[in-house]
């Protein structure tokens, strides 16, 4: 989470999001940088729009996604990736959610 949140500080900061300056505002916080991680969001973030990402974020209501409601909202036109991502993302929650049932009963019963 440290590494986003590095990138935003350097996009709110008007700064070029790159690996160097990624790096330094990592540094800078005191994290223990993995370079691989950095060269991949630095990647990641090529062709994202972050005011747009943000924006978005802002108007998904706390929970949107999991209580069935679409993180997307407005899809982009033409943004076929993104909603296959997003379906993806939902079909790995269901799992999720169904492996969290399952273990949260062991628990229960070791802690009483």
């Known amino acids: 989470m440290e590494y986003v949140y590095a990138a935003l ?9 790159n690996e160097d300056n990624l790096t330094g505002v990592l540094e800078a916080a005191g994290v ?22 943000v924006e978005q974020a802002a108007a998904v209501p706390a929970g949107g996604a999991s209580s069935g409601g679409s993180a997307g909202g407005d899809a982009d036109e033409g943004g076929d990736d993104s909603e296959e991502e997003a379906e993806e993302a939902e079909a ?20 009483g």
């Open 9 to 17: 500080i350097l996009h709110e900061a008007d700064e070029e999001i």
């Open 92 to 111: 790995e929650e269901e799992d999720d959610d169904e492996d969290d049932d399952a273990g949260g009963e062991g628990l229960g019963e070791l802690f």
């Open 32 to 53: 223990d940088v993995e370079e691989s991680r950095v060269k991949a969001l630095v990647a990641a973030l090529e062709d994202v729009d972050i005011e747009e990402a």
